[in-house]
């Protein structure tokens, strides 16, 4: 696989068929996607006063959905584990705007993104209404991004970092970064607190390019979002559960950043770790 980090990606054509899936597809996902959304922000009325932060309803909605846009999308879905039920939060190698689909699929989760994905037309106003929490890379806000982190977690939240901080070309796992993780030792957070490290694995139809589902560089999403629309054959896409681990088992963010790093870059069967470093 790893010849093919050397060649340009070249997208391929939609055929006439292919724009006929594009528009019956495309139209039952928006469907399944935006009527699901207005499910659960009625929902969301009812649970918001009598739950305040915690959301005991509306996450199954977003599973059912995610789970729904996958089939839709002919993206056959495995898993490997279970998610954990301990309180703390799960920790990802990141490949697409898929990873959407195929992690809320698996488990009650809420992702943790950056400040500019509220602003992203579609996407943004589907993970504000899930409950994604937005951050920014500035110093300045680091002390009120640890509240939030503490108040989500203090909750019952399971948080989901991708701490390679972009996604990738679905053939390779990056460094991670370890910044997030200093949010799991602090002392204001309920004891003791588990990560869960996740892979996600995704296989190109048959015939494509292997990084077919990877969504990298300058890419946009609609021409992505048309070319996987337009697929005449199912891809799949794995997942992961590890092995859970207590915080308090790590001295520091990067000790802790180094072990998910590790589990999840030896389990990825496509990573070419040569590359990255």
Same mark, same amino acid.
């Given at each position: /696989?790893?010849?093919?980090?050397? &060649?340009?990606?070249?997208?391929?054509?939609?055929?006439?068929?292919?724009?006929?899936? =594009? !528009?019956?597809?495309?139209?039952?996902?928006?469907? +399944?996607?935006?009527?699901?959304? /207005? !499910?659960?922000?009625?929902?969301? +009325? +009812?649970?918001?006063?009598?739950?305040?932060?915690?959301?005991?309803?509306?996450?199954?909605?977003?599973? =059912?959905?995610?789970?729904?846009?996958?089939?839709? !999308?002919?993206?056959?879905?495995?898993?490997?584990?279970?998610?954990?039920?301990?309180?703390?939060?799960?920790?990802?190698?990141?490949?697409?705007?898929?990873? *959407?689909?195929?992690?809320?699929?698996?488990?009650?989760?809420?992702?943790?993104?950056?400040?500019?994905?509220?602003?992203?037309?579609? *996407?943004?106003?589907?993970?504000?209404?899930?409950?994604?929490?937005?951050?920014?890379?500035?110093?300045?806000?680091?002390?009120?991004?640890?509240?939030?982190?503490?108040?989500?977690?203090?909750?019952? &939240? #399971?948080?989901?970092?991708?701490?390679?901080?972009?996604?990738?070309?679905?053939?390779?796992?990056?460094?991670?970064?370890?910044?997030?993780?200093?949010?799991?030792?602090?002392?204001?957070?309920?004891?003791?607190?588990? *990560?869960?490290?996740?892979?996600?694995?995704?296989?190109?139809?048959?015939?494509?390019?292997?990084? &077919?589902?990877?969504?990298?560089?300058? /890419?946009?999403?609609?021409?992505?979002?048309?070319? =996987?629309?337009?697929?005449?054959?199912?891809?799949?896409?794995?997942? =992961?559960? &590890?092995?859970?681990?207590?915080?308090?088992?790590?001295?520091?963010? $990067?000790?802790?950043?180094?072990?998910?790093?590790?589990? *999840?870059?030896?389990?990825? #069967?496509?990573?070419?770790?040569? $590359?990255?470093?």
């Amino acid at each position: /696989m790893s010849a093919w980090l050397n &060649h340009r990606y070249v997208p391929p054509r939609i055929t006439p068929a292919g724009w006929l899936r =594009v !528009l019956g597809r495309g139209l039952v996902l928006g469907f +399944v996607t935006y009527g699901g959304l /207005m !499910l659960l922000l009625a929902l969301r +009325v +009812v649970e918001r006063p009598l739950f305040g932060l915690r959301r005991p309803w509306t996450p199954y909605i977003t599973q =059912v959905v995610c789970r729904a846009a996958l089939a839709i !999308l002919r993206l056959r879905y495995t898993v490997q584990g279970q998610p954990m039920t301990a309180p703390g939060a799960y920790v990802a190698n990141h490949s697409s705007w898929l990873d *959407i689909f195929t992690r809320n699929a698996g488990s009650r989760i809420y992702f943790v993104a950056k400040a500019e994905v509220a602003g992203w037309a579609g *996407i943004g106003w589907l993970a504000r209404a899930t409950g994604t929490v937005f951050i920014a890379r500035k110093g300045a806000e680091a002390k009120r991004q640890q509240a939030l982190f503490e108040a989500r977690l203090s909750a019952g &939240h #399971p948080l989901l970092f991708f701490p390679e901080g972009t996604s990738t070309d679905a053939l390779r796992v990056l460094p991670f970064k370890s910044t997030l993780f200093a949010a799991f030792f602090t002392a204001n957070l309920p004891a003791p607190l588990q *990560i869960q490290p996740v892979t996600v694995i995704y296989h190109a139809p048959l015939g494509a390019d292997p990084r &077919h589902y990877g969504w990298w560089g300058d /890419m946009s999403f609609a021409p992505h979002l048309l070319m =996987v629309l337009a697929d005449a054959s199912p891809g799949r896409v794995e997942v =992961v559960y &590890h092995t859970p681990v207590p915080v308090r088992a790590f001295a520091d963010r $990067k000790d802790l950043a180094a072990y998910c790093e590790r589990v *999840i870059r030896t389990s990825h #069967p496509l990573a070419d770790a040569s $590359k990255d470093r």
